[in-house]
DNA sequence: TTTGGAAGCCAC
DNA sequence: AAACGTGGCTTCCAAA
């Protein structure tokens, strides 16, 4: 049952039923107390009923203002989204007022852009205002009932409907899991964070002073290097390395290393250190962890392939030091579940590599693929990362020749994305997520293509011939990992659509377990200790589902490692 | 003064 | 060992 609504943006709305067969004459509510009419439904419904809204972000957190959780939805800007890709047109506004404007042959608007979330903010009691930039004139509901039943047509008519409408609810899934897991928030010890820093750094300094770790190293370096340097300042270090007889290309890390000088171990050091105060210290632990918890702001679908981004915060790069200060309230316990090995099982399972599923039916997937390279378990993940990555240079392009003997529908899976990438065409994950269509610019650099004509700017500046096959080249490789990263990705959502469902089965009794950290392949739940064992018996039951789901009866095994931990630094 | 690219490092 | 995909974020630094 599928049911459109809209707010009225003073905490009342209206609802519409969407029949199969009477869509426009389904019944119709007006409420006053739009969160209490979804609630009563969800209840009624037991969790059946499919929310039809024109986006997520914009409706769901005032729901989980009120305490309400909703077990599905239609996001009608996410499934816009995908359509659009789908059709080669990447990026278009994607909006319920876009959708509709395309709808009467239009010109869309273009999306609101969301703001960028300061830090960790309360719910909104009330519904946002209206983002969907529909035409004032236009009633909101009648709209989102015409541009839905528009999408369902237009998933009807893909080559795989069910697949895509498959993706449609996992990322729509994905949209409320994002909402509840802001939320609900990363349970965060600023105390336990502040002795990491305080560690590493020496106590806090007043003032946005350099801490006095990082002052005393700075003032050792200078001294070795005999001039005054800023080790922040990689043009002030390039000068300063080729001052004292060491020239270097550049002032990474990995290049530094290579030099015989008694700086180098003080600038590695700083260069870690500072990092970790730039990044993860004080001034982030004061704007984005508030009352025990950290609330990443995520983006559903905000990076190409469908993984998730976040706005702020940097919730997708929590280094590894960092994790001490995540922590379990007490009587309840994180459980951490990696998908372990996720891409090259992704790729076992769509290219239907007999040899490889084979391997992939196993807990750890290079074992056997080790046997192909002398027994070297190392050679062989570098064949395999080579493989997905587009890798060419170091060893591995020995390395992928065994690859090829060995794996060949793998092989030919992926060599077939990259030639589609080079050619200018689009791929596909397993599920129908399109990766976006060349720019103007790399169809000028690889094609010929004329340039746009623009303010008499015709004429290119004379290229070097190696630039149109190196811009191949490297669309090659990013189309090659595409459908390997976006089928990961929604493996993942899946897995969490259904994970999420499953907790909703658990007794509750000691307080309600929550979905509290996602990262690409792995699921952090944060849940009262009574209740672990079945989070983890939920986990599997997921993995399970979503294998089956997607590949159907394959010999591909996805295991999940599993921690059931106090502190996250410990799974 | 603001802005945006480049460099660098973090995560997967 | 470091020419391998997706990102975010901070700092520096030159240009507007």
């Not at 820093?197 to 990082?214: A, D, F, I, K, Y």
């Not at 250190?273 to 950290?294: E, I, K, P, Q, Y």
């Not at 909703?504 to 009574?530: K, M, N, S």
Request: hydrophobic residues 45%; contains cysteine.
């Amino acid at each position: 049952m599928r049911i459109a609504v809209v707010s009225d943006g003073r905490g009342g709305g209206r609802l519409r039923a969407l029949g199969s067969a009477t869509e426009a004459g389904g019944s119709l509510w007006r409420v006053g107390d739009l969160a209490g009419a979804i609630a009563d439904y969800e209840e009624h419904t037991g969790g059946r009923a499919r929310w039809v809204w024109a986006s997520t972000e914009e409706f769901y957190p005032a729901l989980m203002g009120h305490s309400l959780r909703i077990s599905r939805c239609h996001d009608v800007a996410l499934v816009e989204s995908l359509l659009l890709a789908y059709h080669g047109r990447f990026g278009e506004p994607r909006s319920l007022g876009a959708a509709w404007a395309r709808l009467h042959g239009r010109e869309a608007p273009p999306d609101p852009q969301q703001r960028a979330g300061e830090g960790a903010e309360p719910p909104p009691a009330l519904f946002e205002p209206d983002l969907s930039t529909l035409p004032p004139d236009v009633d909101r509901l009648t709209a989102l009932i015409e541009v839905h039943a528009d999408q369902q047509r237009r998933i009807a008519e893909l080559p795989h409907p069910s697949r895509f409408a498959l993706l449609c609810a996992v990322e729509s899934a994905g949209a409320l899991a994002a909402v509840e897991m802001a939320h609900a928030g990363v349970p965060w010890r600023a105390d336990v964070h502040d002795a990491v820093l305080s560690e590493q750094l020496g106590p806090r300094p007043s003032g946005g002073t350099r801490p006095r770790v990082l002052a005393d190293l700075a003032e050792r370096i200078s001294a070795e290097f005999g001039r005054e340097v800023n080790p922040d300042s990689p043009a002030q270090l390039l000068k300063a390395f080729a001052g004292i007889g060491h020239p270097v290309e550049s002032t990474r890390s990995w290049a530094l290393e290579r030099v015989d000088h008694a700086v180098v171990p003080l600038l590695l050091r700083y260069k870690e250190l500072s990092r970790l105060h730039a990044a993860n210290g004080w001034a982030w632990l004061d704007t984005w962890v508030s009352h025990g918890r950290f609330r990443p702001d995520y983006v559903v679908g905000g990076v190409v392939s469908g993984r998730w981004a976040t706005r702020g915060g940097g919730a997708l790069q929590i280094p590894k030091v960092v994790r001490r200060a995540v922590v379990a309230d007490p009587d309840w316990t994180l459980v951490a579940a990696d998908a372990g090995q996720l891409e090259p099982r992704i790729l076992a399972a769509v290219s239907g590599d007999t040899a490889l599923a084979a391997a992939a039916g196993t807990d750890d997937m290079y074992a056997p693929l080790a046997e192909s390279f002398g027994g070297d378990r190392q050679r062989a993940k570098i064949a395999m990362l080579s493989a997905m990555y587009g890798q060419t240079g170091g060893d591995a392009a020995p390395l992928l020749r065994t690859m090829r003997r060995v794996y060949p529908r793998a092989m030919a899976y992926v060599d077939d994305a990259a030639r589609a990438g080079e050619e200018g065409r689009l791929v596909r994950s397993w599920l129908g997520r399109t990766c976006p269509p060349p720019s103007r610019m790399w169809r000028r650099i690889v094609f010929g293509d004329a340039a746009p004509a623009e303010g008499g700017a015709e004429t290119a500046p004379a290229a070097d011939p190696r630039d149109g096959e190196r811009q191949a080249r490297s669309r090659g490789r990013f189309t090659r990992n595409f459908v390997i990263q976006a089928t990961a990705a929604e493996w993942a959502l899946v897995f969490m659509a259904a994970v999420r469902r499953h907790l909703t089965g658990l007794d509750t009794a000691h307080g309600v377990p929550q979905l509290v950290f996602f990262q690409h392949d792995e699921l952090v739940l944060h849940v009262p200790r009574a209740i672990a064992d079945s989070s983890v018996e939920c986990l599997r039951a997921a993995a399970d589902e979503a294998r089956t789901l997607l590949f159907g009866a394959t010999p591909v095994r996805f295991p999940l490692d599993i921690a059931v931990v106090e502190c996250y630094a410990d799974a």
